[in-house]
């Protein structure tokens, strides 16, 4: 199955190499969608709060939302790539909807809910066996607005990419 005879799974095929990756432009540009979120929101904790975060370069939550970043890059790319009328567009166009809904949702609930458990433990006695527990993580999620706004960011940057790349 996809084996050319050398018996090694194909990986010495003619044409095949590891370097092929930074050729594939979906791939590519929803890596730097992820890499220029995480940035940012490096930079505006520092802006904010004063203080350099590295957790920011890879945790979730907040703003901007990597996760709206990197699945919107992937669904323009593809759709750049392949045209907006193809399948594969649609299948990621889908799944950046779910990704995001899923982050201004269910996650953004799980957050507050975290802020509320955190809060009880708190308020427990020191004699309980839960008054010792680390605090559970409250910045999960991201709201419809923060999602929205990063989604259109993303693409607006990857148009702006893709028309220059045109030009030359």
């Given at each position: 199955m996809g084996d050319d005879g050398g018996g090694d799974g194909g990986a010495s095929s003619a044409g095949f190499s590891y370097f092929a990756v930074f050729h594939n432009y979906p791939l590519v540009a929803a890596l730097?969608?992820?890499?220029?979120?995480?940035?940012?929101?490096?930079?505006?904790?520092?802006?904010?709060?004063?203080?350099?975060?590295?957790?920011?370069?890879?945790?979730?939550?907040?703003?901007?939302?990597s996760h709206s970043a990197t699945v919107t890059a992937l669904a323009v790319a593809i759709g750049f790539q392949d045209g907006?009328?193809?399948?594969?567009?649609?299948?990621?166009?889908?799944?950046?909807?779910?990704?995001?809904?899923?982050a201004s949702g269910i996650r953004l609930h799980a957050g507050k809910q975290a802020e509320v458990l955190n809060q009880i433990v708190c308020e427990?006695?020191?004699?309980?066996?839960?008054?010792?527990?680390?605090?559970?993580?409250?910045?999960?999620?991201?709201?419809?607005?923060?999602?929205?706004?990063?989604?259109?960011?993303?693409?607006?940057?990857?148009?702006?990419?893709?028309?220059?790349?045109?030009?030359?």
């Open positions: 730097l969608g992820f890499a220029v979120a995480q940035s940012i929101k490096f930079f505006v904790t520092r802006y904010k709060e004063n203080r350099w975060d590295p957790k920011q370069l890879i945790g979730s939550g907040g703003m901007p939302s907006f009328g193809c399948a594969l567009f649609a299948t990621a166009a889908i799944f950046a909807s779910v990704v995001m809904y899923d427990l006695p020191s004699e309980h066996p839960l008054s010792e527990t680390r605090p559970l993580r409250e910045l999960l999620g991201h709201t419809p607005t923060q999602v929205c706004s990063n989604a259109i960011f993303t693409n607006h940057f990857i148009i702006l990419h893709q028309s220059k790349a045109m030009s030359y």
